[in-house]
């Protein structure tokens, strides 16, 4: 019984000897099956974004005044998809897909910042002198509900596209600054030329160009404030604000030092302007703080 039984023992021992390479080689080809699959999976997958990066393509090349901007925005989106999918897929056959659909992405967002510019400059002209020099902010005229709607999209687009590690920035943050910079120097150049021309005679309390200069300043700014509020992302207002109005306020800050330098050098009648502007600004506080708080 016992040699049986070590007979036995020494067959199964041969069987499993015998059997195991064969095992082996089973869960080898099985583990390749499933890496065939993988790759075959990921050929198909470049190749059908062979065919939508081609498609994409042909829509964001289109200038974009041809086209519905929602449309073509929701072209973008697909493309910033296709950039996040083929990301996954570690095949250098998938590198040219990824090219092609990266300068599509250039092409549309310099589409889409060069339309924000456009749209933003034709609402950023300088004011007349009468509006600038209202007490009533509200006598500033903002954009138009559809150009203020179009401005909203462009900017949440571009904010997105500058977040996007697979995108080139924008800079359109920058363009914004420096055309709502530009709008309001030019409608503070007459304010800003008269308080440069030194006074003359005795001076008439509140009557120095200067004290007017600073109130319809710190209008302008406050109208800035509520713009940026409207149209970017509340991560970029700060940022956005303050490069909106450092040229104006350096400006205007210049013309005060030229008032001052004058005043010390001569002591001249004008010193009554730079007491009425010190009343100016006082008396203007809560706006003061309200734009710069």
């Not at 939508?52 to 041809?66: C, F, H, K, N, Y």
């Not at 909203?152 to 904010?159: P, S």
């Not at 005679?201 to 009557?207: F, L």
């Not at 502007?277 to 006082?282: G, P, Q, R, T």
Request: with cysteine; aromatic share 6%.
């Amino acid at each position: 019984m016992v040699d049986i039984l070590n007979s036995f023992d020494t067959r199964l021992g041969s069987l499993e000897t015998s059997v195991m390479p064969i095992h082996k080689s089973t869960q080898t080809l099985t583990r390749l099956a499933g890496n065939m699959d993988q790759t075959v999976a990921a050929l198909e997958a470049i190749l059908s974004y062979f065919d939508l990066a081609t498609q994409e393509e042909a829509i964001v090349s289109r200038p974009l005044a041809d086209q519905d901007l929602q449309s073509y925005i929701q072209s973008i989106s697909r493309i910033r998809d296709y950039l996040r999918a083929m990301s996954s897929i570690k095949l250098k056959a998938g590198d040219r897909v990824v090219q092609q659909l990266k300068r599509s992405l250039k092409v549309a967002s310099a589409q889409l910042d060069d339309k924000f510019k456009q749209v933003l400059t034709q609402n950023s002209q300088s004011l007349d002198l009468k509006v600038v020099t209202s007490v009533d902010r509200k006598d500033i005229p903002q954009p138009p509900p559809g150009a203020t709607q179009t401005l909203v999209i462009l900017a949440k687009n571009l904010a997105e596209i500058d977040r996007d590690p697979n995108a080139t920035p924008t800079g359109y943050l920058k363009s914004y600054c420096e055309i709502r910079a530009s709008g309001m120097i030019k409608s503070l150049t007459p304010l800003h030329q008269s308080s440069n021309v030194e006074l003359k005679g005795v001076y008439e309390k509140g009557s120095g160009p200067f004290i007017l200069y600073t109130i319809s300043l710190l209008k302008l700014c406050r109208n800035e404030a509520d713009l940026a509020d409207t149209l970017l992302d509340s991560k970029l207002l700060s940022l956005a604000f303050m490069g909106s109005i450092m040229r104006p306020i350096e400006q205007w800050v210049e013309t005060g030092r030229i008032i001052t330098r004058r005043v010390l050098k001569t002591y001249s009648s004008e010193v009554g302007v730079l007491f009425d502007v010190i009343e100016a600004l006082d008396s203007n506080m809560n706006t003061f703080e309200s734009v710069f708080g």
